[in-house]
């Protein structure tokens, strides 16, 4: 099993950054891939970016590609979501996951995670 530990969430601005971390702890040989999440108030749960974790593949929403980059600290047993840009519609409980499979096309699919973090909140203000 494995735990995932989000923080950095908040309140901004249009226009400003955060940087999202999740603390990855367990037994993390056994997964693959990170991912993050999202699920806006009244809406599903969506993918945002998924890492390999031996490699460097990375995959994006066309929602956020351009704005935000995920990335991976091995040493700190750490993932990353820096978010640029960011918009009234990023408003979300943001998530990290782990999944035993490579991101891949089919990244987005939530089945494919194992282990899920408990969510940080990101409020973006017009």
């Known amino acids: 099993q494995v735990r995932l530990v989000e923080s950095g969430g908040g309140s901004v601005q249009a226009g400003g950054s955060l940087r999202l971390s999740c603390a990855v702890s367990?037994?993390?040989?056994?997964?693959?891939?990170l991912g993050w999440f999202r699920q806006a108030p009244g809406k599903e749960r969506e993918g945002v970016a998924c890492?390999?974790?031996?490699?460097?593949?990375?995959y994006y929403a066309d929602s956020v590609k351009g704005r935000f980059t995920i990335s991976r600290d091995s040493a700190k047993n750490s993932v990353y979501l820096q978010m640029n840009s960011l918009k009234p519609e990023d408003t979300a409980m943001y998530y990290c996951?782990?999944?035993?499979?490579?991101?891949?096309?089919?990244?987005?699919?939530?089945?494919?995670?194992?282990?899920w973090g408990q969510g940080t909140q990101v409020t973006v203000s017009s």
């Open positions: 367990g037994h993390t040989f056994s997964r693959n891939s």
């Open positions: 890492l390999n974790t031996g490699g460097p593949s990375t």
């Open positions: 996951a782990a999944a035993p499979f490579l991101c891949g096309d089919r990244w987005p699919n939530q089945e494919r995670y194992a282990d």
